[in-house]
């Protein structure tokens, strides 16, 4: 199945009901950041799934939908392959209006490194290392 159309996410990288952001705001892992937080929670499907939320602070419709599309297309870019599969779930702030993509993608790659570190310390495995 394919996802909407110019998201580059099919519907099973996608988190879709309310139910499983729920579970991954109890259960999970938050890490803030300047741009966006990031809520990460593990899941049995063997992929990442991404969710992601904006609220009014943000800005009007046209924003929010700006910033969510800017994150999706972190989540596509940099894709994990490490396991454990995670559900991600990134809370864009007012802030990510005024950044540049680059600075975007800057920030995504440093919370998977930190929540990749919070998680090898759970397993007592050594962190990932810093580009």
Do not use: W
Request: net charge positive; aromatic share 6%.
């Amino acid at each position: 199945m394919a996802g909407l159309p110019g998201s580059g996410l099919t519907r099973r990288e996608r988190l879709s009901s309310p139910g499983q952001y729920r579970r991954v705001f109890q259960k999970g892992i938050r890490i803030d950041g300047p741009l966006f937080s990031l809520v990460a929670a593990p899941n049995d499907c063997g992929h990442d799934r991404l969710g992601l939320a904006a609220s009014r602070k943000v800005g009007g419709a046209v924003t929010r939908n700006r910033a969510k599309r800017r994150l999706r297309e972190c989540f596509r870019h940099y894709k994990r392959a490490e396991a454990p599969s995670l559900d991600l779930v990134l809370l864009a702030k007012n802030e990510i209006v005024g950044c540049v993509q680059g600075e975007l993608e800057r920030e995504y790659r440093q919370r998977l490194r930190r929540l990749q570190d919070r998680l090898a310390r759970f397993r007592g495995a050594a962190p990932a290392r810093a580009d």
